[in-house]
């Protein structure tokens, strides 16, 4: 048995392509360009799991989004508004923070339930439960007498900062738990099967090849292509934990940890990881009102510069350092940047994009393109595994720092995948029988920072 590792790309072409063979310390044969998303995987490195069924911890920041809302009719202030007048209000759905002592001293800015229409700077002088606390109007900059108009019903209030006395003592603390997600590893075993005889013949039209050799090469493509297909595609019963926003109409149904896996005609527990694409599916949220979107439905003639700015504004609200994202792309998405940056067919008719030439990155192995949108820029990736009619128009931009590939590696498969030779040994077969063997999960946290477009 040995034990495979990725080799180094070295960025010459050359090179890369006369490693046709696969060779016990190499797992070669598939250029990064063919598989990108799994080589970029590979190239983070492996997490080692202790189980085959593993969970994680995602920590969605408290401050990214903290407001609670009025949860009653109109509420009027104890004279005319003005700074130092209160109000007994109840509320709720609180959003980044908790509603008891510590937030008390919290100020406060109150707007419609809209969050357009501004009323007006407020302080928590007190919080009697969950579901009610006192408010002091501190003053409003749009009014000549600083007076805050009454409030209503679904009004939002959000969290500035907070504001304590001169001798006060420190507030009560609040924190939150992390969230708990999981995922499987999966077995992916790529078998390969040859007689003798046939070994012992060399093949005719590949000069010094037996079909041995030939197989190996064959298979461990397809292992390898399979290995990406799953990262994206795969599925896992029960789902991996979060809020199915995308599961149905409506959505929102929270997944609870299952282990619940299917089993196969000797009823041996399957396990099966769940991909990229099918996460972002079940937990992602498509509607374009909402702030949080990450899951686009778009049509190639009716994409203009509106959906694009929008739609890129929230591409990168998760935004790396640098302001660059990798974009996945299927063979039509790929193209499709092209057809704006000649402003085809498009509204309005002199709407273009920038996309750069394609050129070739000695760190990854493959060739990129730049895309410049108004709010960060995209290196296009042309995905050639997504040519069929399913994801041709798909164009995946992730958000790495919340991907890893996990493994738990054994006695017999320290690496992320094995090669095994002449396997078959009972009653001396007059064959030769070969394995190519991987145990690979991903660990997906913050899917809301991973987005699909889907182009038709």
């Known amino acids: 048995m040995a034990t495979f590792k990725l080799a180094q790309v070295s960025g010459v072409v050359y090179e890369d392509q006369r490693d046709f063979y696969p060779s016990p310390e190499f797992l070669s044969r598939v250029l990064p360009s063919s598989t990108p998303f799994i080589s970029d995987m590979f190239a983070m490195g492996l997490d080692t799991v202790p189980d085959i069924d593993f969970k994680c911890g995602e920590r969605t920041p408290s401050w990214r989004k903290q407001y609670f809302n009025i949860n009653g009719g109109t509420l009027t202030w104890t004279a005319s508004g003005v700074p130092g007048d209160t109000c007994a209000a109840t509320v709720d759905g609180p959003v980044g923070i908790v509603i008891d002592s510590s937030l008390v001293g919290a100020e406060v800015a109150i707007y419609d339930s809209t969050s357009t229409t501004f009323r007006g700077i407020a302080f928590v002088s007190a919080v009697a439960s969950s579901t009610a606390l006192t408010l002091k109007v501190i003053g409003n900059p749009t009014s000549t007498t600083h007076l805050i108009s009454a409030m209503v019903d679904n009004d939002r209030i959000y969290v500035i900062s907070s504001a304590h006395g001169e001798v006060s003592e420190a507030p009560d603390a609040f924190s939150t738990n992390p969230t708990i997600v999981w995922n499987s590893l999966q077995h992916k075993r790529t078998a390969l099967e040859v007689s003798m005889d046939t070994i012992a013949s060399a093949m005719r039209f590949v000069e010094g090849q037996n079909k041995l050799s030939e197989l190996r090469t064959d298979k461990l ?236």
């Not at 934990?241 to 940890?257: I, L, N």
Request: net charge neutral; aromatic share 12%; glycine share 10%.
């Open 221 to 456: 493509d397809e292992h390898k292509i399979q290995i990406q297909r799953m990262l994206l595609d795969g599925y896992r019963n029960g789902g991996i934990g979060g809020v199915a926003y995308g599961a149905a109409a409506g959505g929102g149904t929270s997944d609870s940890w299952a282990a619940t896996h299917i089993t196969d005609a000797d009823s041996d527990r399957v396990s099966t990881t769940m991909g990229l694409r099918n996460a972002i599916l079940r937990y992602g949220i498509s509607d374009d009102a909402n702030e949080d979107q990450n899951v686009f439905n778009r049509s190639y003639m009716d994409y203009g510069i509106s959906e694009f700015t929008d739609d890129s504004l929230k591409w990168f609200s998760f935004d790396p350092d640098g302001g660059v994202k990798d974009a996945y792309c299927g063979v039509e998405a790929y193209a499709f940047w092209s057809k704006l940056d000649r402003a085809y067919g498009m509204t309005p008719a002199n709407f273009q994009v920038k996309v750069g030439d394609s050129t070739f990155d000695n760190k990854v192995g493959y060739h990129v393109r730049m895309l410049e949108t108004p709010n960060g820029d995209l290196r296009l990736i042309r995905m050639n595994d997504w040519r069929d009619p399913r994801y041709k128009g798909h164009m995946l931009i992730p958000t790495k720092k919340f991907l890893k590939l996990a493994h738990k590696p054994s006695e017999d498969l320290k690496g992320a995948v094995g090669y095994f030779p002449d396997i078959k040994k009972d009653n001396r077969p007059l064959l030769q029988k070969d394995e190519y063997h991987s145990q690979l999960g991903l660990k997906i946290t913050q899917v809301q920072a991973q987005s699909l477009v889907k182009f038709t």
